[in-house]
């Protein structure tokens, strides 16, 4: 990828992306971290533009940051006092050591591979994302919409009170 | 060495950034103590698969680059689910316990 | 894109502004350098959308127009004072507003409530870079127009959420919820009928919708009244509008998440109110009325001016639901959307995607098609409206409580509905 405008948008982006999900781990409340989560979501978006999938990239926008985060924050309003705070355990630093090791060979193997890549972009529209769904990928496609059903009635379910679930026995 | 890593982006730039991505997100979803910064951490990682799957798509030399758009899609659509289950799960936990501190979910523990 | 419609690509065309800043462009870009040009583009974009139509739009059809309009509606005379007309009662507004001092609450949380402003007019700015305002006005064409704008029009959500929480006060807070809320229950439908134009046009892009419409002589509102009706009472619930305010309900929650907000950082708030509708008005306009074409027409008058006069003509059914229409309460309104909205958006998808096969599938006469499927769709949008308004809808008469709550304040109660 060539030219001053993507590679300075690539380093922007990076650096408001990785400073977001930094942000997640250090806020202490959980509202901040929310908001940098959402921050760090449209930093990959933009990641995605980059990688010219426009579409995937809208939406990610429209998927993640309009739906997922407003769940999480429901999630944070629904259960008060138990979760403003954002501390960790005890077992943070070996949690922190693991991935930082795993960092490392991440970053060992990425220089050290000699990848075989292509210089110009495949030139992916949507419309060809669209016929991969509904063709050589259909059966996944339509597990996936049984599997969002089944999540669906399965959060109703979990989330629903005994005093509702006895109101709706009488109705 | 270095000013060309810089001045042109490839593949390991994109790599590079998916990987911190999902170290970030492995370190969130271990050390939190809240159930629902744990989902956070969780949802980091995915982006973060998403994103080297996508590189990789764009970058890589194949017959059928739109393999990993195709996978992205998915990822996106488990995770949304994904997503959902773990809230409705978080806030029936709170009602029963009072609390979404992993550290205190420990009925098992004699 | 070249497009054959103009009569000319002199600079002096007005009938396309893009004539005027592509030459511009041009120099720069051979001259000077192409990075230079490339930033140059879109600057030259926003602040030309931004003069023409953004800021004359929001002072003095949103805020002017408005106040004058609701104020014949209900009967009064509306801003007549500040310059002939009232005409400069808008400036005057925003010159009363920035004297004012803009407070934060001591126990909030300062910089979520001082970010929540900048975030809510961001997007505003930049979902106007895919509106078309003519066959090259466009500030970027992109190929998922369409859910760029639907994803940009999710971010203000955040915005009033990050309002509602950082004022630390519960009105603010139950606005934020509600907004929330009803931001992800009207967004289901609305997707699902846009979903229908997209299937129907084959294109994502604003652009290519337009030019669809253009082709085939004929508007997507016509062709498909239940999803522009679907689009305006979605929308309408998204922005807040009057009706629909729930978010802001001054009778119930004070003003909702605007709650503990003075001065211009409320100021920020109400203008961009109106520049989302102004952008959401535009979007109806270029979907659904045709966008900067109407019918040959715009071989004529500029068509960026045909744009503009369409957006103000739908941001007209804003006022006047606005000024006519009591507000819902909030359980009504999330009933409507998941109850009835939704079945219905889901049935017109379902028929709009068997006339696109039955469309495609033609050799011949496929301008009559539309037509005919014109007619059966406006038939089916009044079908579902009478058969809902006659054995679903809300019957004074039937509710015995309420003749109960009438007995009870000494009112009159109509014969043969006396309480027992």
Known sequence: ?171 | MTTLFLASVGIEHFLTVGALLFCLGLMIALGKRNAIGVLMGVELMLNAVNLTLLTFSRFSESDRPIAGQTFVAFIITVAAAEAAVALALAMSVYRNRETVDVDQINLLKS | MALPMLATDNWYDIRDLANLTNPLLDFVGDNISSELAYILGPLIGFIASFLIFVLPSQLYVGVYGERKLIGRIQSRLGPNRVGPFGLIQPIADAIKLMQKEALTPKLGDPIIMNLAPIIFVAPAVLLFAVIPFGPNMIVANVNVGLLYFLAVSSLPVLAAFMAGWGSNNKYSLFGAMRIVAMSISYEVPLVLALLGVALFTDSLSLQGMVLWQKEWDIWVGFLMPIAFVIYFICVSAELNRTPTDIAEAESEIVAGYLTEYSGMKWGLFYGMDIGYALAASAFAATVFLGGWSMFGLDKFIPPWLLLVVKTHLFYMLFIWTRGTLPRLRIDQLMAFAWKFMLPVALANLLLVATERMLWVDAFDSKQAMLYVFMIVNIAAAVGIVYVWARFLGYDPDSQPTKARLVKEAGGYVPVGREVR
């Open chain 1, 1 to 171: 990828m060539e030219g001053s405008g993507p590679v300075i948008a690539f380093w922007m982006l990076a650096a408001v992306t990785l400073v977001a999900a930094g942000g997640v781990l250090v806020s202490r409340n959980l509202l901040h971290a929310v908001l940098f989560l959402i921050l760090a979501f449209i930093g990959v978006a933009g990641h995605f533009v980059l990688l010219s999938a426009e579409f995937l990239a809208m939406a990610q926008v429209i998927i993640y940051v309009g739906a997922i985060s407003v769940l999480v924050l429901f999630a944070i309003l629904l259960t008060p006092r138990a979760s403003r705070d954002n501390g960790e355990t005890k077992a943070f630093p070996f949690g922190a050591l693991l991935a930082i090791a795993l960092a490392a060979v991440f970053l060992f193997v990425i220089n050290d591979t000699d990848w075989r890549t292509v210089s110009e972009s495949p030139g992916l529209a949507p419309e060809a994302l669209g016929e991969a769904l509904l063709t050589t990928w259909v059966l996944p496609f339509e597990i996936a919409s049984v599997l969002l059903t089944a999540a669906l009635v399965g959060s109703i379910m979990l989330a629903r009170t005994a005093e509702e679930e006895a109101e709706d026995a009488l109705a």
